[in-house]
């Protein structure tokens, strides 16, 4: 998106000739206009968090198509087609062996990191990432547009980097280069005057590494989401005090009321004691059977017995096992690590996991899948973080010197108030 009358204008022989035949009306999203275009250089402005579930007819069409159209990296959330626009520009850009394309595209901050490992969002920003498309991302001042005052960032993309930059990415924070308005228009309160231009521009040029600029490998920015088991810990202790508990869950309440009878004379031989779980299971039939024409099956009388008998505990003589002698996963106790895309997985858990809960273990069925999965265990997740690389912390100030303060301003408040009650 550029200003009308610089796409008019701008042409490098001839600054007088008129472009406007080429400025086409319409939908981004859903009606390209450029379809079988590709340019030098692409430049966008979309607005932000944008809504697409008016174009969702004509975007999921076109994602079926898969890398032949334009969105088959995947979709994002219906809220925000950030990265749509992406895509698309992404599409409009020459391959490397056509000669190569830059764009700019100024976003919010979301399409830096929302969405959880194995997102539409995360699986197009790793498409991205491992097609080495992103060159830079500068975080911009705030309260320098005039319908917003977010944090913005201005994303570089390239499809012919130099040797010095592939599999690279520059974070650049610029978000101090904004200057004081005399008089706001809008939400703008800033501008960024063009030293600060020239200083932006020459760090992407320089690809500067140090300070307010850092040059990353694309690996940096990517994770794999391991899921992380733990072994159930369950005794079955018998209480007929929770006998009406029973009949809440929906299958039980096909029991008759001679059947009801029947179950719970053989529950009360057990009221107060607690049994194994692996005991129960192998012992449910017994309840069943005093049963006549029972309405249940046996799984459904299990389940309802565990959901209101069961007593977690904390004892490692209590881990409940499968027939095949291996532990059951809690599913209350799933958890999820995020582990550096380059580090061992084993590793990071002897670092991070096993000493505080030695008896967790990766669930090596959850595998990264998908048009770009790679089946290793763990689905492959991506965020960019400018608080990771640019955080200055800021000690709290000292509590005796807020009390000084607040001393020094006492007689100076006492006055004031003698002022309104007298």
Known sequence: MCRHDLCKRWDVYDQTKDLSAHIENGDTLSDDKFPDKRFDYCVSNPPYGKKWEKESDEVRSEAAHGFAGRFGAGLPSINDGSMLFIQNMVAHMKTAEEGGSKGGIVLSASPLFNGDAGSGPSNIRRWLFQKDLVDCVVKLPTDIFFRTGINTYLWILNTKKNDARKGMIQLINASDCGELRRKSLGNKRKDVPEDKMKWIIQTYI?????????????????????????????????????????????????????????????????????????????????????????????????????????????????????????????????????????????????????????????????????????????????QISFDKYFYHYEAPRKPEDIMAEIKALEPEIEEALKGVFA
């Open 206 to 382: 320089d690809g500067h590494d140090h300070g307010k600029s850092m040059l990353l490998p694309v690996e940096e920015f990517m994770y794999r989401a391991v899921t992380v088991q733990r072994p159930l810990k369950q005794v079955i202790t018998f209480d007929l005090d929770k006998w009406g508990d029973l009949f809440a869950i929906k299958a039980m309440q096909k029991l008759s009321e001679g059947n009801k009878d029947s179950l719970k004379r053989a529950v009360a031989a057990y009221d107060g004691q607690t049994v194994k779980y692996n005991w129960f299971i192998s012992h449910s039939s017994d309840f069943r059977d005093k049963l006549e024409k029972p309405e249940v099956t046996n799984k459904q009388l299990q389940d309802a017995f565990i959901k209101v008998f069961g007593v977690r505990t904390e004892s490692d003589e209590d881990i409940v096992y499968d027939k095949n002698g291996k532990p059951v996963a809690d599913a209350d106790l799933k958890d999820t690590e995020k582990v550096p895309y380059t580090q061992n997985i084993n590793e990071y858990m002897e670092k991070e996991v096993y000493p505080y809960v030695p008896d967790a273990w990766v669930d090596e069925s959850v595998v990264d899948t998908g048009i770009m999965g790679d089946h290793q265990v763990g689905i492959v997740g991506t």
